[in-house]
């Protein structure tokens, strides 16, 4: 099957700072590309789509300013978490639409102290 | 997209099949069904879809009922990687949409 993967798979940092994190697509090309955010014991919500060569569309409540997303390639999708909190700490995963199956990325865990 | 309905939680015997019910009264017609499941702590696997007719692959089968309000998920010979949070999810077109995860059915099973 398709295969996605995430870079880092997890990460700490201090709050203020700012944490970048990728999705990579390894074996298909991907023009549109999701980044999902799942608190414990919360399912998964949809956070922003990514489009390649175009801004992404963020979904109601996020942040366009606070959680950067560039779609820069048909296989490369980032997630920047400018001036992260504590409450930004959760796990963050992506996904890959190929022939209308979403394919997921392991996922990034980012603690934030 | 349609909205599921999903029982919070299952349990199964090891090597038994297992059975996970979704109903999805308000699916319109161009309205697939999708199945994905979530392993602890990684990310979803995407597992079967179907529109209307029943679907089967290596990993599970799906059944739809004839007016396909409901469906089920059939995982046949269930191990116990087969733990997970299991979501049906209803597709306008089966296109190239951000997904809405409702909680679920966490499976557990049982050795």
């Known amino acids: 099957g398709a295969v996605v993967s995430q870079h880092p798979s997890w990460v700490i940092c201090k709050s203020g700072t700012s944490v970048k994190i990728e999705c990579r697509s390894l074996d298909f090309q991907a023009t549109t590309m999701f980044w999902y955010r799942q608190f414990p014991k919360q399912s998964l919500m949809l956070m922003a789509t990514s489009n390649e060569g175009s801004k992404a569309t963020y979904e109601q409540g996020v942040e366009k300013d606070k959680f950067l997303i560039n779609h820069a390639s048909l296989t490369l999708s980032t997630l920047t978490v400018t001036s992260a909190h504590p409450e930004d700490s959760s796990f963050y995963i992506c996904?890959?639409?190929?022939?209308?199956?979403?394919?997921f990325g392991p996922g990034t865990r980012l603690t934030v102290t | 997209d349609a909205k599921t309905t999903q029982p919070p939680s299952m349990d199964c015997a090891e090597g038994r099949a297992a059975n996970l019910p979704c109903n999805h009264s308000?699916?319109?017609?161009?309205?697939?069904v999708y199945w994905y499941r979530q392993i602890h702590s990684q990310g979803p696997q995407y597992i079967i879809h179907g529109l209307k007719n029943n679907e089967t692959n290596e990993m599970a089968s799906l059944i739809i009922t004839e007016d396909r309000k409901s469906s089920t998920l059939i995982l046949p010979h269930a191990t116990l990687r087969d733990t997970a949070v299991y979501y049906c999810i209803v597709i306008d077109g089966g296109g190239a949409d951000g997904l809405t995860f409702g909680k679920g059915t966490h499976l557990i099973i049982q050795p």
């Open positions: 996904s890959a639409d190929r022939v209308h199956e979403q394919y």
């Open positions: 308000t699916i319109s017609g161009n309205e697939y």
